[in-house]
């Protein structure tokens, strides 16, 4: 990148290769130039449209497709599945750990990553059902690339919702707890009025009892 400061002029790098707002926006626009223009003039060739329109010449050719780096292209490599016998892949992406199930039953099944101590969520997406692991986002991170823009918005959007509903029920927790401890706080308290309020009584009664007693002195005295 070619940057000016005061009349200078250098070059300066800039990597975006984990700026995924980055990447998604490139995306999109490579998606929606595919989609205005037929993929015909200047487009991205590393885009997710691209790399589908070459699956899509290769199988059309009959020629096996090259083309390996997304989700929507592995599917189609993948032998049908059938009843009692579900068709799995296992490979490593950018170094994270890819798995893909398809299944008659259940249908397709991408899993992403997982730590020893995995949180997992579920993300309905147009290639299938996206396994994640709250634990482990590095490796989700990792693994954009694989999907659309489109999928990429609803896994990112789905992350989102989930955590929102769990702050939301954590912020409700912690607001019963300090209902109860506010509670148990006035229970100690109020107790605790009733005790001064029973040794004020007795002091109150002691006093007149001795007021009583030098009144009956001070009238044998007189008397």
Known sequence: MIYNDGGLRGYKTYNSANNM???????VASANKWKMEKMEGDVDPNSFAAKLKQADEYAASGQHCGATDSIAIILRQMDEPTAGKPVNKDFWHNGAHVSICRDTMYGDTITIGGSSNPDWIYVDTSVGTVKIDLNDTTSLMKCLDLFSPEDINAILKKIQEVKQAREALNQI????DELMKNGRDKEKKDGQGEEVSVDEAVGVVSAEELRGIEEKREKKFVG
């Open 21 to 27: 707002a980055k990447v998604l926006e490139k995306q």
């Open 173 to 176: 927790d912690r607001m019963q």
